[in-house]
């Protein structure tokens, strides 16, 4: 399990975020979020506790993989891409997102 917790008083993201992990409960590429609380009673935060996805970077062993694999590789991650635009939530407006962090 990991917490995390939002430091950064961009609470409105942050419950989205939640409403994410609980819409898409069902979804095994996403992970499981157990536990989740914005009333601020036990810490001053928001956090949530999530599953711990186990693993390496794909990153740091891609070079191992022969051109057959990779292109296995690449097929999964379509299929799981497809899946995750798939996903149920609220949008964002991506815009004003980064309007407010510059």
């Given at each position: ?21 609980n819409s898409n409960s069902k979804n ?61 939530g609220q949008g964002c407006d ?9």
């Amino acid at each position: 399990m990991e917490a995390k917790l939002n430091h950064f008083q961009n609470e409105d993201n942050f419950k989205k975020e939640i409403d994410f992990y609980n819409s898409n409960s069902k979804n095994h590429l996403i992970p499981r979020l157990y536990y989740s609380s914005t009333d601020k009673k036990d810490i001053s935060y928001y956090y949530e506790i999530i599953e711990k996805v186990n693993g390496v970077s794909l990153y740091n062993v891609w070079h191992t993989f022969s051109e057959e694999q990779r292109e296995e590789i690449i097929k999964q991650i379509c299929i799981a891409m497809k899946q995750m635009h798939s996903n149920i939530g609220q949008g964002c407006d991506w815009i004003s997102c980064f309007k407010e962090q510059f």
